[in-house]
Every structure is written in structure tokens, then in C-alpha cells.
């Protein structure tokens, strides 16, 4: 019998296929691409099997990850997998052209580098800058460098940590010499490129008049740059004004975004933070301990594109221009040598010290570019020098302008402007190894010039307290203990000066947040964008589901700016926070708002997180560890429960500056300096048991106290009696923590604590670093292992070049077994228009 008999269908179907040899083919092309379609990711990702197994892989055709470049296909997002030979092609090529746009730039950026003397000449070409050398060289080593290779000058001169070196020469051989010998020459693993350095005109002109000039006590002349020239008429002698345009633009610098429509800028925000985030599933999924299934969150990423969470959108700025209520314009020269008040152009260790003004910056107000012209032109005929950021020698530094809005009044978007009531100058100078008849003399003409920009402007500016800041340091962020004076200026038309008693304390403006009156001092935070804050906290708290039954902790609190908008939607606040300072000016702030059911503990968050949990969250209630004995027997039933609950750490934390800080985020700081009769805290305070609210060096408030606490700490201390501190813990049913630290993240012992304490059920991560909120979550959200290791820091030199996930990823193999975190939903909230920041918050629950 024949094989067609046997088997008709197999021979039908034989027969089929020859007369239709394509029907076969169409169909399998079809479930291809089906299969594309269905998953956006296909041949996205080199397989790593198949290249472990030279070329080989078990899965076939059928493997969703490409098998060779050729396979490779472009993302969703037009990127190319960073393992692939196209990604590294073009890396390599952005960085070429960033480093070729860097080194353009650094031809014209240092205005500091060169003195008088080096001035006069480099007008002549005998100065040039020396782009791509070693950061951890000095001058010596510069100097070494140039007599290697044959190469004569006058003088080097390097500053380490910097990238660029500068050499005069002294004769055009000498500079045809170097330029051959130098231009190009592999230095490390960098090509030496060899630029030329601008003049400072305005310091050339006046050269003559150098002699007149008096000097500081050092025997450096003080120059007065500008005397009776135009800056008109300064740039049209300019021979070198073309290369002003190769240099780079303050506005592209401060707001790199603002060429974009702003709803550009929200996409361009939105799509930055899902690459940030879709790193916080990749890495917890890294690690997840071996034998521990993975969390249902990871394993339905894939559903959204990757995300460990929704990304529900970005929550728009209510103001787009001219947002910004604090403006820090640094004090230096401009490209052409300029006395001028501004942005700096770019990094210092890039060799970047030329400032310009910021009369194109988008994000600034009028009120504030105004200040800042004043001052500039001020500057014009001063007799003293400006900050010197190579020599750190000089007196002018930096100009900050604060703002302050008025209350119930709606917002003009055409003319934010007319919102500001009050407005703050704080001037920041060096006053060492000055006269300090020259320094009153120069104060006195600074405040008439303020006084008299203000008031005869038109519109008349609000001016309402002039500060001075006496800062040493070389970088301009100054400590929170930096001595602050105040400064009387002439009151409008009636001439009048303005003389307080206090005059530290008079120092202040006053804002508003959701109907809150705040008070802000001089050096204390808050929020650039006002509205828009106001807009953040309400999403924190819509999201942590408050109400009259729940207990609020705000960690890393500040001086309370979250806690007290949420205080009228709970039934009590606890607020954690480091600085002393800060915790007074929350506790200032609450009794100016009239609200009583906020409690703030100072003391670092990884120090007395534990404590304050025990205390509020376990059974018994414990009563608080700083309180006398004798005072709790006799007060116990008199304790008041309308005060506020307030504690103050005797200990001064110096670790912190509020100016640019993350953590002094606050209001109302009062100043060290106020006049306080000092009292002995053994008096009234007891030394307390050691408990986690105890100093954060280990002593008791007396010990503290002796080593030198300051009066107006001494004084809150006082004021803070056993009534405050005695009042019985209530417990809760719901426990809620909004966290807000600073860039750095939380600490490791803070992450640990929340998440071994199974009450806290809900968690709100303020984030103004979405790569630390990453790097926490990790930590947070990730199963525990079985059998935790011991750290040990044998290797922390190999920890120190690791990325915050990967020491994430490491820290949680030691976590203790607790039930973790799943990432819930997350919001943008646009702080900073025009700019690639912006605000993160995360709702995590378990």
C-alpha cells in the first residue's frame, strides 16, 4: 500500500503547501509582527545569554532580546541599549563636544586669574591658559611641567582642583614656543589645549590712578575700578569683544530650559523623571534576595512601561517668570573685565569665575535685576576689591534679595511684581585685614545708594530691612552662625534713618502659605516658589490621608513649613529636625498661626528617630526623658495641654548652613546674637536619662550647657517648662511620616527605623533629588532576606565609587525582617520653571 493512501490528510496537506508555497510564510510574518506590536520592548536589549554562550541561546528565534547589533532595535524613548556599540559611538561623541564646547569657553571665563601687573600685558598676548591639566596639580607642578618641556615663562600659577593653569610670557618667541610645544600635548588621559586669556579692561584704564589708591593691611593696592567710563563706550574700544560671543550665555546656564514652550519644558521634566524611576524597579529587582519571590509592584512594571509606580503627571508652577522670592547674585567681573552683579558663568573647578547680568534670566524678578543694577553700579566707584575667588582676598561677595508676598491677594501673572510687599537685602563681604574706617565709610555709601535706587525708582521699590553678612570662608555659603548686622538706611522722603534696638530681630519679612503667616529671617529657607509650594504640601497631605485620628511625624521638618499647613487636618504633629535654631523659629511660627497641636524634637533624625517611635508608638506611653523629677511630681496635674509641645537639643549643630541648605527649610530663625540675660540650665532642667533626645554628641542639656550653648538657646530652653514636657502621650490609629530631607537623602538608620516599626503604615517622600528618593525606596521597598548579613567596612574604598543604588542595593542585605514598602503612585510638582529640577513626591504603603 502506498504512503498517499496511508497518510491522505499529511499528502493533502503536502500538496497544499506546493500549490500556495507563500500562504505559510504570510501567516508567520503576521505573528511576528503581532508579536512586535504587542510588546514595545522587542529586540530593544542585547541578550547577555547568547553572548556568555558564544552565540548561542536556548530560547532561539523566539528570545525577546536581540542577538547581535544587527538585531538591535531603537526604544520607544529613540535610545539604543548602553551595552550596545551605537550607545558607546554616540556617548563618546556628546562628550567630545561637550569638551570641545567646555574648552571654547574656558578662553574667556576666568576673569580672576590674572593681577594688575598680568593685566598690562595681556593685552599684548604673553598670557595664555593652559585647558585639560591634572586637578590635583599646584603651581609647583605646573611649574615642573613648563621646564620639562622647554617651555621659558614668567610666571604659572595652578590652583588644585581646578582644570585650568595660567602662564605669562615674556616675549612673543617665548609664546610661539609654548603654544607648539604645549597646544595639543597628552597630559593623563587629556589633550592640552592652549588658550589665550582677556584683559580686564576696566582695570587696565584705571592703572594710572592705581598709586592714589590706599591699601589693606597686607600691602595690596584696592583697586577702584570704572572711574567715569560708560560700559558703552568700554565694549566699543574692546578689541576682543568677538570673542565674547564664542563665550556662554547667562541665561542658557541658569535656565537651560527656557528656550522651550513651558509645556515642552513639563514633558521634557516628565520624561527625565520615568527614566529615574524605571531605575528604582530595575535595582530592586537586583535585590531582591535569592529564594524570595519578587513583589507584586516589580512584576507588574511591566504593565506601565517599566515604572515601579503610575507617574500621574507634573503639576504645573502657577507662576512661569519671574517666580523666584530669593535671588543670590554672586560679585565678580564680567567677560570684559567689568565690576558686575549676577550668575557665574559656570563651574569654578571648570575654570569658570566670569559673572554677567541677569536681566535675561526668566526666573528672576524685576525687583530683584533692579537691586542688583543698583548695587552693580555701586560698585563702579568703590574703593574697596572685589572677592577674588582664586586669591580668596577681597571685600564684596554677594547680594542676596528676599521677597516677601502680600497677604490674600491674588496672584498677577502679567506682573508677579505687584505682589511683593516686603523685600530683604543681604549684602556678604569679608571684612578681614580692612580698615575699619574704609569698611563704615563704604557701608554708609552702600545703604544711601539702596535708599536712594529704592525709593526714587518708578515705581517705588519695597525695602524693608538691609543685612550685612560677615563671611570668611571661600565658598559664598556662609554658616548659619556667620555675624549679621543691620544696617540703617534713609526712610523715603522724610529722610529718616531707620534704628531699632534690637536690630537682628527687626531683620525680617513675613510670607504666606495656605493662609499661614511666616516669618523669614535672614538666613532661613524657604521655598523660591511660593505658590507652588503651596500646591506641594496640599498633595502631601491629600495623599497621606489625614485626619482628626492621625499622628503626623514630619521628618527633617525644618523650621515646620509642612507640619504646620497640615496641623488643621490632624490631631497632632510631631516634627523632627537638627537645628536648634530651626526648631525655635517653628516653634515662633506656631504661636504666631495660634496652632497647639505641634510637638518639634531637636536632635539629629538618625539619633532620636527611635526614641520618639517608641514613645508615641508603643504601649505604655512613655512620658519624655528631659524633665526635672521634682517638677513632674508637683505639676503632673497641672500640666497644660493648650501650649505647644517643644523640645530644644542644648547641643549647637554648626553642620549645617541655611543659605542653599535642603534642611534648614523654615521660616522665622532667631538670631544667636540677640541680648539674653544667660541663665544656669542645672536650674531648671535635671539632667535627663540617656535617651534618644538626649544631645547628639552624647551629653545631657547641663553638660551642654557648660560647654558654651548659646543665650537665645539657653533662653528657649528655659521657656519650655515641665508643663510642655510632661503632657501624656495620646496614641493614635493612624500613623502617617512625610518625609523631607535634604539632597543626600534620609539616613540609612532613619530608612531602617520605618521600616521595622509595622505601624507606620503610610509613607510621603518629598524628593528634591529624585536619585536619592531612588536610591531610599530601594531600600524601603525590597523583600528582606532570610538570614541578614553583617556589614563590614573592609572594602568601603570600593563603596565610595559606587553609585547610591548600588549602596542601596548592598544595605539591604543587612535589613532587619520587616514587611516592606510598595511604591503606590507619584506626582511632579514644577517648583522651578525654565530649569531641569523639579519636585518628586511618592506615596509608599504596605
Known amino acids: 500500500m502506498s504512503t498517499e493512501t496511508l497518510h491522505p490528510k499529511l499528502n493533502c496537506q503536502d500538496s497544499s503547501e506546493q500549490l500556495n508555497p507563500t500562504e505559510k510564510r504570510k501567516r508567520e510574518e503576521t505573528d511576528t509582527t503581532s508579536t512586535e506590536q504587542q510588546n514595545p520592548l522587542w529586540k530593544t536589549t542585547l541578550c547577555s545569554y547568547f553572548r556568555r554562550n558564544d552565540g548561542s541561546c536556548s530560547h532561539g528565534e523566539t528570545c525577546r532580546y536581540a542577538h547581535g547589533e544587527s538585531e538591535l532595535r531603537v526604544r520607544p524613548d529613540n535610545t539604543w541599549d548602553p551595552t550596545s556599540e551605537r550607545a558607546k559611538k554616540l556617548a563618546k561623541k556628546d562628550n567630545d563636544d561637550k569638551g570641545e564646547n567646555a574648552e571654547k569657553c574656558n578662553d574667556v571665563m576666568m576673569t580672576d586669574a590674572l593681577d594688575d601687573e598680568e593685566c598690562s600685558i595681556s593685552g599684548l598676548g604673553l598670557s595664555k591658559c593652559l585647558v585639560n591639566l591634572p586637578m590635583k596639580w599646584s603651581s609647583d607642578n605646573l611649574r615642573c611641567f613648563l621646564k620639562g618641556n622647554g617651555v621659558a615663562f614668567k610666571s604659572a600659577k595652578k590652583k588644585k582642583g581646578m582644570a585650568v593653569g595660567f602662564v605669562t610670557l615674556e616675549n612673543a618667541e617665548q609664546v610661539k614656543t609654548a603654544v607648539k610645544e604645549l597646544d595639543g600635548k597628552l597630559v593623563g588621559n587629556k589633550?592640552?589645549?592652549?588658550?589665550?586669556?582677556?584683559?580686564?579692561?576696566?582695570?587696565?584704564?584705571?592703572?594710572?590712578?592705581?598709586?592714589?589708591?590706599?591699601?589693606?593691611?597686607?600691602?595690596?593696592?584696592?583697586?577702584?575700578?570704572?572711574?567715569?567710563?560708560?560700559?558703552?563706550?568700554?565694549?566699543?574700544?574692546?578689541?576682543?569683544?568677538?570673542?565674547?560671543?564664542?563665550?556662554?550665555?547667562?541665561?542658557?546656564?541658569?535656565?537651560?530650559?527656557?528656550?522651550?514652550?513651558y509645556a515642552d519644558q513639563l514633558e521634557h521634566k516628565k520624561s527625565s523623571l520615568t527614566q529615574t524611576l524605571k531605575r528604582l524597579t530595575r535595582n530592586a529587582r537586583k535585590a531582591c534576595p535569592t529564594g524570595v519571590s519578587l513583589p507584586e509592584w516589580i512584576l507588574k512594571a511591566r504593565e506601565i512601561g517599566g515604572l515601579p509606580c503610575k507617574l500621574e503627571g507634573i503639576i504645573e508652577s502657577p507662576l512661569i517668570n519671574g517666580y523666584r522670592n530669593k535671588c543670590e547674585f554672586s560679585v565678580g567681573y564680567s567677560v570684559l573685565g567689568k565690576p558686575t552683579v549676577g550668575f557665574q558663568l559656570g563651574n569654578f573647578r571648570e575654570g569658570v569665575t566670569a559673572v554677567e547680568e541677569p536681566v535675561d534670566c526668566p526666573n528672576v524678578s524685576s525687583i530683584a535685576c533692579?537691586?542688583?543694577?543698583?548695587?552693580?553700579?555701586?560698585?563702579?566707584?568703590?574703593?574697596?576689591?572685589?572677592?577674588?575667588?582664586?586669591?580668596?582676598?577681597?571685600?564684596?561677595?554677594?547680594?542676596?534679595?528676599?521677597?516677601?508676598?502680600?497677604?490674600?491677594k491674588i496672584v498677577e501673572v502679567e506682573n508677579p511684581n505687584a505682589n511683593s510687599s516686603e523685600v530683604m537685602l543681604i549684602v556678604q563681604v569679608s571684612t578681614l585685614t580692612f580698615d575699619d574706617a574704609l569698611?563704615?565709610?563704604?557701608?554708609?555709601?552702600?545703604?544711601?545708594?539702596?535708599?536712594?535706587?529704592?525709593?526714587?525708582?518708578?515705581?517705588?521699590?519695597?525695602?524693608?530691612?538691609?543685612?550685612?553678612?560677615?563671611?570668611?570662608?571661600?565658598?559664598?555659603?556662609?554658616?548659619?552662625?556667620?555675624?549679621?548686622?543691620?544696617?540703617?538706611?534713609?526712610?523715603?522722603?522724610?529722610?529718616?534713618?531707620?534704628?531699632?534696638?534690637?536690630a537682628i530681630a527687626e531683620a525680617k519679612i513675613h510670607d504666606f502659605i495656605n493662609g499661614l503667616k511666616f516669618c523669614i529671617s535672614p538666613t532661613a529657607f524657604f521655598q523660591v516658589n511660593t505658590l507652588a509650594a503651596e500646591k506641594l504640601y496640599s498633595l502631601a497631605g491629600d495623599w497621606a490621608s489625614l485626619g482628626p485620628d492621625t499622628l503626623l511625624f514630619d521628618v527633617c521638618c525644618g523650621t515646620g513649613t509642612i507640619g504646620l499647613t497640615l496641623a488643621n487636618r490632624v490631631g497632632m504633629v510631631v516634627g523632627i529636625e537638627m537645628n536648634a535654631s530651626a526648631v525655635s523659629d517653628a516653634q515662633r511660627n506656631a504661636e504666631i498661626n495660634g496652632i497647639k497641636n505641634c510637638r518639634f524634637i531637636c536632635g539629629k533624625a538618625e539619633d532620636v528617630m527611635g526614641s520618639v517611635l517608641k514613645e508615641y508608638l508603643a504601649s505604655p506611653p512613655k512620658v519624655d526623658g528631659i524633665r526635672d523629677t521634682e517638677e513632674k511630681n508637683n505639676q503632673e496635674n497641672s500640666a497644660s495641654t493648650e501650649k505647644t509641645d517643644f523640645i530644644v537639643n542644648a547641643s549647637e549643630t554648626d553642620e549645617e548652613s541655611d543659605i542653599?541648605?535642603?534642611?534648614?527649610?523654615?521660616?522665622?530663625?532667631?538670631?544667636?546674637?540677640?541680648?539674653?540675660?544667660?541663665?544656669?540650665?542645672?536650674?531648671?532642667?535635671?539632667?535627663?536619662?540617656?535617651?534618644?533626645?538626649?544631645?547628639?554628641?552624647?551629653?545631657?542639656?547641663?553638660?551642654?550647657?557648660?560647654?558654651?550653648i548659646t543665650e537665645s538657646e539657653t533662653q528657649l530652653m528655659k521657656s519650655c517648662s515641665s508643663e510642655n514636657l510632661t503632657t501624656t502621650v495620646q496614641h493614635f490609629k493612624n500613623v502617617v511620616a512625610i518625609v523631607d530631607p535634604p539632597r543626600a537623602g534620609l539616613h540609612p538608620t532613619v530608612i531602617k527605623l520605618l521600616r521595622?516599626?509595622?505601624?507606620?503604615?503610610?509613607?510621603?517622600?518629598?524628593?528634591?533629588?529624585?536619585?536619592?528618593?531612588?536610591?531610599?525606596?530601594?531600600?524601603?521597598?525590597?523583600?528582606?532576606?532570610?538570614?541578614?548579613?553583617?556589614?563590614?567596612?573592609?572594602?568601603?574604598?570600593?563603596?565610595?565609587?559606587?553609585?547610591?543604588?548600588?549602596?542601596?542595593r548592598h544595605r539591604t542585605k543587612s535589613m532587619p525582617i520587616s514587611e516592606p514598602f510598595r511604591p503606590v503612585k507619584a506626582m511632579a510638582v514644577d517648583l522651578f520653571p525654565h530649569s531641569p529640577h523639579c519636585e518628586l513626591v511618592m506615596l509608599l504603603e504596605r
Open 439 to 502: 569698611v563704615s565709610n563704604e557701608l554708609q555709601g552702600l545703604a544711601k545708594a539702596f535708599a536712594v535706587g529704592a525709593f526714587g525708582s518708578s515705581p517705588t521699590l519695597p525695602l524693608t530691612a538691609l543685612v550685612l553678612q560677615d563671611h570668611t570662608g571661600i565658598s559664598n555659603v556662609a554658616p548659619a552662625d556667620a555675624p549679621l548686622r543691620v544696617l540703617p538706611f534713609s526712610s523715603g522722603e522724610s529722610g529718616s534713618q531707620q534704628h531699632t534696638d534690637n
Open 660 to 708: 542653599g541648605s535642603e534642611n534648614g527649610k523654615g521660616m522665622c530663625i532667631a538670631p544667636d546674637t540677640t541680648p539674653i540675660e544667660k541663665i544656669d540650665s542645672t536650674d531648671s532642667i535635671a539632667e535627663p536619662e540617656k535617651t534618644g533626645l538626649e544631645c547628639t554628641n552624647g551629653k545631657s542639656l547641663s553638660e551642654s550647657s557648660a560647654d558654651g
Open 370 to 408: 533692579k537691586y542688583a543694577a543698583i548695587f552693580q553700579d555701586f560698585l563702579q566707584q568703590s574703593k574697596l576689591p572685589i572677592w577674588n575667588r582664586l586669591n580668596n582676598t577681597g571685600f564684596w561677595r554677594q547680594l542676596t534679595v528676599r521677597e516677601g508676598r502680600m497677604p490674600g
Open 191 to 261: 589633550n592640552l589645549k592652549v588658550g589665550d586669556v582677556i584683559p580686564r579692561q576696566f582695570e587696565r584704564k584705571g592703572n594710572s590712578a592705581m598709586s592714589s589708591l590706599p591699601t589693606n593691611q597686607q600691602g595690596e593696592k584696592q583697586t577702584q575700578a570704572g572711574d567715569g567710563l560708560d560700559s558703552d563706550e568700554t565694549e566699543a574700544e574692546d578689541p576682543t569683544g568677538d570673542s565674547v560671543l564664542k563665550g556662554r550665555c547667562v541665561r542658557d546656564v541658569v535656565t537651560p530650559l527656557a528656550k522651550m514652550p
Open 756 to 808: 521595622t516599626n509595622s505601624r507606620m503604615r503610610r509613607l510621603v517622600y518629598i524628593s528634591c533629588n529624585p536619585e536619592s528618593l531612588v536610591a531610599n525606596a530601594i531600600e524601603l521597598c525590597t523583600p528582606s532576606p532570610d538570614e541578614t548579613e553583617k556589614g563590614n567596612n573592609k572594602n568601603n574604598i570600593r563603596w565610595r565609587k559606587m553609585s547610591s543604588a548600588s549602596l542601596a
